[in-house]
């Protein structure tokens, strides 16, 4: 196991900070060393800490859990099928994996989660894009779209992982965001000024209408690093494939670039992320409304526009498709 090129947690020699013991991984940003199975507590302890403080399963019944056979979700997996029966009891956790169709990937995953969630007696919701919707991620490529690819496969991600977890009755969608991803999303859109945008950059979105299920974020403080090693050290299956689809993406470039700056600047992340929630926030919250959401005048779901962003996208799948 090697975590040297994984900033932030690496492999040292050094006593556990909490028991003595020989430790297993260096945490910069928090300035400790832990052994294997401390780090095991102080993550699962922070991932409740983070489901305390912002109130993420208050009055909760079912948490639909995305889980796209990564790392961060598949961590999160883990973490909350230990924390909800001890902490939480009565709430119950049911599994998403949407196939996206993207060859040499979605299959591998795919069957990575059906694995975990039959080890683990867990009810999981397997959504099959070519059968369901007649299309496939990849079909994205022939369209418009090609070079924002990503962009198109998050709103697909988005819509179905709202839609499907609406569906099976769940008052929560519980995602595995971490912090990097979140840090990245704010670089962009903080260097753009997009105000609107980054007042809904939170640990939680509560429900505004019927349709639309509550979003938590459980890993939102917890680093790619941090995530990697609670999967290691609970011998979760890390595949380490990448979406063929997203290579040199503007996304992964970022990611590169927000690496390299807390290689300069330790802790980078969680200052940028804090100043965010606790400086900017508050101020933006009072000073831009949420836009109103109406209902999607083909698909019956909530939306910004009379069609919402999701049916737009799939007409032009369709619309390609019949013009060949
Ligand atoms: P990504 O958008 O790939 O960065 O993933 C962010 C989060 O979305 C993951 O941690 C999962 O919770 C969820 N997710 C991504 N892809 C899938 C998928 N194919 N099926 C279910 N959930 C997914
Ligand atoms: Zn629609």
């Known amino acids: 196991m090697k975590f040297n090129d994984f900033r ?15 430790a297993a991984y ?8 832990l052994c294997r199975s401390c780090f095991m507590k102080y993550y699962e302890r922070k991932v409740y800490r983070t489901i305390v403080k912002y109130e993420m399963l208050r009055n909760a019944k079912k948490v639909a859990l995305a889980v796209s056979g990564g790392k961060d979700s598949l961590s999160l997996l883990k973490a909350l099928h230990r924390l909800i029966p001890e902490n939480f009891p009565g709430i119950e956790i049911e599994i998403i994996y949407i196939d ?50 990503c962009g198109a496969c998050g709103t697909v991600k988005r819509y179905l992982l709202n839609k499907i977890a609406y569906e099976i009755g769940a008052d929560r969608l519980a995602t595995g965001h971490n912090l990097d ?55 979760l299956p890390i595949l380490g494939v990448r979406c063929p ?5 503007r996304m992964a470039k970022r990611k590169k670039l927000i690496s ?9 992340r969680h200052t940028f992320y804090k100043s965010h929630l606790k ?13 109103a959401l109406i209902e999607c005048n083909s698909c019956g779901m909530p939306s910004l526009s009379e069609t919402c962003s999701y049916c737009k996208l799939v007409s032009k799948i369709r619309r390609n498709r019949a013009a060949q």
């Open 100 to 149: 996206l169709g993207i060859p040499g990937y979605s299959e591998k995953y795919r069957k990575i989660v059906e694995s975990i969630c039959e080890n683990f007696g867990i009810t999981l919701h397997v959504y099959d894009l070519r059968l369901e919707e007649n299309y496939v991620v990849p079909d994205f490529q022939r369209t418009a779209f090609k070079s924002r690819i």
């Open 181 to 235: 991803d979140i840090t990245e999303v704010l670089f962009e859109l903080y260097l753009r000024g997009s105000v609107k945008e980054i007042v809904r950059i939170k640990p939680v979105s509560w429900s505004t209408r019927d349709k639309l299920v509550t979003k938590i974020k459980p890993l939102i403080e917890m680093t790619e690093a941090e995530n990697l090693c609670y999967a290691l050290s609970n011998e």
């Open 26 to 33: 260096r945490i910069d940003h928090a300035r400790m060393s």
């Open 260 to 268: 390299m700056i807390e290689r300069e600047v330790p802790g980078f």
């Open 279 to 291: 400086r900017i926030m508050p101020y933006l919250v009072g000073a831009i409304q949420e836009p």
């Open 8 to 22: 932030g947690v690496k492999v040292i020699a050094a006593k556990c900070r909490f028991c003595g013991d020989a």
């Open 245 to 249: 689809l997203a290579e040199n993406s």
